[in-house]
């Protein structure tokens, strides 16, 4: 349904929106929703810009400005649709000039304004009243000869867009910043504008200097693929912890010597093993790998070592073993401590003499095999409790390697949360805006005991309920959630004021606080309606929106307690 902005109209309340700015100072950060905020001067701002200005060029600063603001506007499109699901189009549109005031960036004032998300009809016409951009110009860049208002147009072009759907642009047809008596921004979709084509140039980065800095930035990026060839193979991390694995596998990589990876499960230590295989001189031979604690332990020799036709019942069929198969390479036994004490022995002389026997066969094979065994259990305390051959333990404890676990490298999950959305938008077809910086905050006070296996599984939920171009928020990411040590922070209450966490605390059970003091039904109807009247200055239409209710079923009950007459405002 198409809805036109009249001007006598006023802008919906803005306690649905300062709520969501929430203050922990302790901890220094502000919070916007799930989104984490900056306070910062305009001056710096505007010193910031002059230094682009001086560095780029008009255009390219322009360009970069207008970025930037488009990346902030995608992100408050999403909070509208949610903060404001069952208003108007009009009032959830208005989320976007609300939060231009609300963060002290522009006072936006609707002149003209039709919107139409079914019909795909939209256009608008806005006064912008104390633009930071154009103080900020003003300062420090004096008057210049086109508009100025870049990060506030970016931001308007992708919040329009996004809320709409298609491609809207909007652009500032007058502006204080280069002389004139008012900003005013039109916006209408794009192929309604001439020069849509000339503008949308803007949001595509285009390099600084071209021949010189492209010849540069190539340099760099040979020497950075150089390092990455020396451990491309170990997966993701950058963390001290990881760093110093990798320099402990490139060491044994080179040779033979049979490698222990210990570690918690999910820690990457099959990623490990491989590693081990690729940076060695095997890696042109196969790699074999095998969770020795899923084959049944009847089985476990015959699939480890081979077997012979006939040598027991259900042996239709002569086949050689993993060890024979991995012959010239690798193979990664994971869980070796779930080897039964035959395999135990059997493994033991592999490992002493290069040789084995199928089972049902007396004929001797020589192999040539790298073991890289992996537990995530103390196989000492297995030697000790009598689970595992001191003798094998022994042979295979020649290079181990403690892999760390996810809490104790949480500065590789960032990179490890890009790597696995990449991942997952791939195989469902799917592009998000990436972690929100509150589900991201969760993430780095979670402890993680299933590791990175957990870290990938979470993602991919994250990625499954998210729709495209849109957030993953903490609700998305785990069905049960998480017990972290994150901090409840000072919010704002509808005036603006900081309310301390004790204060938060002292409202939040209020139903049960209701039920205690015996409080009735009625009661707190009226305090509701009375509350909700007071904060719409007495008109009930607006009253009745904030409460979820019809008008008349709201005047009615009004009348009913004495605190209408028939001559209610409107």
Same mark, same amino acid.
């Given at each position: 349904m198409a809805i036109s902005y009249k001007p006598e109209l006023k802008y919906p309340d803005y306690q649905d929106l300062s709520e969501q700015v929430r203050f922990q100072s302790t901890e220094g950060k502000i919070w916007f929703g799930e989104q984490r905020m900056l306070l910062m001067q305009v001056s710096a701002m505007a010193n910031f810009r002059r230094e682009l200005v001086n560095s780029l060029g008009i255009e390219r600063a322009k360009g970069f400005f207008l970025r930037l603001g488009y990346q902030s506007g995608l992100k408050d499109a999403?909070?509208? $649709?949610?903060? $404001?699901?069952?208003?108007? #189009?009009f009032e959830m549109f208005l989320v976007g000039p609300q939060l231009h005031s609300l963060k002290g960036m522009v006072n936006a004032k609707p002149i003209?304004?039709?919107?139409?998300?079914e019909a795909g009809h939209f256009y608008c016409e806005l006064e912008w009243i104390d633009s930071f951009e154009v103080e900020a110009c003003q300062t420090e860049l004096g008057l210049m000869e086109d508009p100025v208002c870049w990060s506030l147009v970016g931001y308007a072009c992708a919040y329009s867009s996004s809320f709409m759907n298609r491609e809207i642009i909007i652009q500032e047809t007058s502006c204080r910043g280069c002389g004139d008596e008012r900003c005013i921004i039109i916006g209408k979709p794009a192929e309604e504008w001439?020069?849509?084509?000339?503008?949308?140039? =803007?949001?595509?980065?285009?390099?600084?200097? #071209?021949?010189? =800095?492209?010849?540069q930035s190539q340099?760099?990026?040979?020497?950075?693929?150089?390092?990455?060839?020396?451990g491309q193979f170990y997966g993701i991390g950058q963390s001290p912890a990881y760093r110093d694995v990798c320099k402990m596998i490139d060491k044994a990589a080179q040779g033979k010597v049979s490698v222990l990876l210990l570690g918690e499960t999910g820690v990457g230590k099959e990623v490990i093993a491989r590693s081990v295989h690729l940076r060695s001189e095997r890696a042109e031979q196969a790699f074999v790998a095998l969770n020795c604690a899923a084959i049944p332990p009847e089985l476990i020799e015959a699939e480890l070592f081979g077997v012979e036709k006939g040598a027991y019942t259900g042996a239709n069929q002569t086949r050689p073993g993993r060890f024979e198969r991995a012959s010239g390479g690798t193979i990664f036994l994971d869980e070796v401590v779930e080897l039964t004490p035959r395999a135990q022995a059997t493994l033991l002389r592999v490992l002493q003499e290069s040789e084995l026997e199928r089972v049902g066969d007396s004929r001797t094979r020589k192999i040539d095999v790298r073991v890289i065994a992996a537990t995530n259990e103390s196989l000492a305390d297995a030697v000790e409790a009598g689970r595992f051959r001191a003798d094998l333990y022994y042979?295979?404890?020649?290079?181990?390697?403690?892999?760390?676990?996810? $809490? #104790? $490298?949480?500065?590789?999950?960032?990179?490890?949360?890009?790597?696995?959305?990449?991942?997952?938008?791939?195989? =469902?077809?799917?592009?998000t805006l990436g972690l929100s910086d509150k589900a991201l905050e969760l993430c780095l006070h979670y402890t993680w005991p299933g590791n990175i296996r957990e870290l990938e599984n979470v993602l991919e939920r994250g990625v499954i309920l998210t729709n495209n171009n849109e957030t993953i928020v903490q609700e998305a990411l785990f069905a049960v959630f998480p017990k972290t040590s994150d901090p409840h922070g000072d919010r704002l209450n509808a005036d603006g004021e900081l309310v301390q966490p004790t204060d938060m605390e002292s409202t939040a059970d209020w139903v049960k606080q209701i039920f205690e003091r015996n409080v009735s039904l009625e009661a707190v109807e009226e305090q509701l309606m009375r509350r909700a009247m007071e904060l719409a200055q007495q008109n009930v239409s607006q009253a009745a929106r904030m409460l979820g209710l019809s008008r008349p079923a709201l005047a009615y009950r009004l009348k009913k307690i004495g605190i209408l007459n028939d001559g209610g405002a409107d």
């Open positions: 999403e909070m509208a $649709r949610k903060l $404001r699901p069952n208003s108007p #189009e003209q304004l039709e919107v139409d998300q001439e020069n849509a084509a000339d503008f949308k140039r =803007y949001f595509q980065a285009d390099p600084i200097i #071209e021949e010189l =800095y492209d010849l340099i760099s990026s040979l020497r950075t693929n150089l390092k990455k060839q020396e042979r295979l404890n020649v290079f181990p390697v403690q892999v760390p676990p996810l $809490r #104790e $490298r949480l500065e590789d999950l960032p990179l490890l949360v890009e790597h696995f959305l990449s991942k997952f938008h791939l195989q =469902y077809h799917k592009r």
